[in-house]
């Protein structure tokens, strides 16, 4: 279903994974050197005690030439990628949408679009990820190329680590469920803010007999994902149109619900909602569970810093409160008991040659690494 | 491309765009300079995909191209492409110091 790419697209998005490979490897990590080898001890000096918050941190390192630069450098290629994207795409825009209709038209069923479906205030208000016109934009009838910019593109800001298919979460938690329990077979999926379902394709693969049920509030990710998923053979998902915090379903009709990098997108009250809809959902003894990037307690200051660039710079706004957020303790207040709820770690599963997620190429909240948190229906600890 | 996307390309997303040097125009000028530095990559793509045509054509093999030392006329003729090529690109300073000397002539009465 992919965009058709020149030589020089394709060029355009190798220099720009080469150039987030040497920010993350030689650049960001200067950062570092610089708060403690300049910043730290100037803002000693003049207070007699380090910088107490994160936010301390950041208005320390502002006026750092290497962290203005590499702040300046970081949102050129965030800019640039979406410019890129928008390149190759838009001039297609009419195929794309036609390619996706003809895929889509031999499985009809399996794509609902719902258009009462608004998008909520918290969604519109700041096009997510510096993506102009964000998920939701349509330029066209049948408008697909959001989704063919976001799936042109990511593939360079991840520079490999999320898998040829950048499905690498996805297989990581069917590979986690398969070693949690090697027998259970989930009759009814149920992925939250699905996108282009990328993360999709791998449980409806890993598990042929169950319906997946996708959702997500953008027409035009739906679109491509369900034509997506058809041109890769698979016929078990159904693409949904629905806002995750009121969901059209029966309480308890799936045995496992899970979100990946999809919760940090939603406001406040939102993610209680989302949450409060998987725990009404869930069948008893289903499982939910949802991926992040790791949440800051524990983490030192400057790293809490480096990992919040996302928030200030990068149009992330619920960025912060979400990885300060106590997520297991939301569950609970979902009636969830202490001990049916866990936190574990996702590892992206990759194909062989692609690289791996390690020190050397962990940028700040770009790795193929998650934080997961979720919770076991278990009727008698609920 | 169909001129109506041209726009919608290079559009910005919606939301202020954080400026981190003193003065804001160097935020600009990085963002031109750092898509140069990205178009000159692709251009150089370009012509790595080009030798490598060539030499697995035998047409013209890479070593060919190292080794290659132009003719006085070839090398003259690059010479005054280089010179044009400069004066274009650093045409604003010859620019700011004709006006510059327009007026110390005015002011010498000249």
């Not at chain 1, 895929?103 to 205030?121: E, I, K, M, W, Y």
């Not at chain 1, 007999?209 to 998902?237: E, K, S, W």
């Not at chain 1, 912060?320 to 207040?333: G, I």
Request: hydrophobic content about 40%; charged content about 25%; aromatic content about 10%.
């Amino acid at each position: 279903m992919s965009a058709a790419v020149t030589h020089d697209d394709i060029a355009r998005f190798n220099f720009l994974a080469n150039f987030n490979k040497y920010m993350a490897t030689v650049v960001a990590p200067g950062n570092a050197v610089a708060f403690r080898e300049r910043v730290e001890p100037v803002w000693v000096r003049e207070r007699g005690e380090p910088p107490q918050t994160r936010g301390e941190v950041r208005r320390a390192m502002a006026s750092d030439p290497h962290y203005r630069f590499w702040s300046a450098l970081r949102r050129c290629g965030m800019e640039m990628r979406q410019q890129a994207g928008r390149s190759l795409v838009l001039r297609q825009a009419e195929s794309l949408r036609d390619r996706a209709r003809e895929l889509g038209s031999s499985h009809a069923a399996g794509l609902q679009l719902d258009p009462a479906v608004t998008v909520p205030r918290y969604q519109s208000e700041l096009d997510n990820h510096c993506m102009p016109g964000s998920y939701y934009a349509e330029y066209l009838d049948d408008d697909v190329s959001a989704a063919a910019n976001y799936d042109a593109g990511m593939f360079a800001t991840t520079t490999g680590l999320f898998g040829r298919f950048l499905d690498g979460a996805g297989r990581g938690t069917a590979d986690w469920l398969q070693q949690t329990r090697p027998a259970w077979r989930p009759r009814r999926i149920l992925d939250l803010g699905c996108g282009v379902g990328h993360n999709t394709v791998p449980l409806a693969r890993a598990f042929p007999d169950a319906q997946v049920v996708a959702v997500d509030l953008a027409a035009p990710m739906l679109r491509y994902g369900h034509a997506r998923a058809v041109g890769m053979g698979i016929d078990n998902i159904q693409f949904q149109q629905a806002n995750a915090e009121g969901l059209p379903f029966e309480a308890q009709s799936f045995d496992f619900i899970y979100s990946t990098m999809f919760l940090h997108e939603t406001s406040h009250a939102a993610l209680r909602n989302i949450l409060g809809e998987a725990s009404r959902l869930l069948a008893e003894g289903g499982i939910q569970i949802h991926l992040e990037q790791p949440p800051y307690r524990g983490m030192t200051l400057f790293e809490q810093f480096m990992r919040d660039w996302d928030c200030h710079y990068n149009n992330e706004p619920f960025w912060s409160a979400l990885h300060e957020t106590h997520l297991p303790s939301l569950l609970r207040e979902r009636g969830f008991a202490a001990e049916s709820i866990f936190e574990t770690e996702i590892h992206a599963l990759v194909e062989e040659e692609m690289p791996k997620v390690g020190i050397e190429t962990e940028d700040f909240g770009r790795g193929g690494l998650w934080y997961a948190f979720g919770a076991i229906a278990d009727g008698a600890a609920k | 491309m169909n001129p109506q996307w041209l726009e919608l390309v290079n559009a910005a997303a919606s939301g202020k765009r954080p400026h981190f040097f003193g003065d804001a125009d160097v935020d600009r000028l990085l963002a031109i300079v750092w898509a140069m530095a990205g178009e000159l990559a692709v251009t150089r793509e370009r012509l790595d995909t080009l030798e490598r045509l060539l030499a697995e054509r035998a047409v013209v093999q890479r070593t060919d191209l190292d080794a290659y030392r132009p003719d006085a006329e070839a090398a003259r003729e690059r010479g005054e492409w280089q010179m044009e090529y400069i004066a274009r690109l650093l045409r604003v300073l010859q620019q700011e110091l004709d006006a510059l000397r327009a007026t110390g002539a005015k002011a010498s009465g000249d």
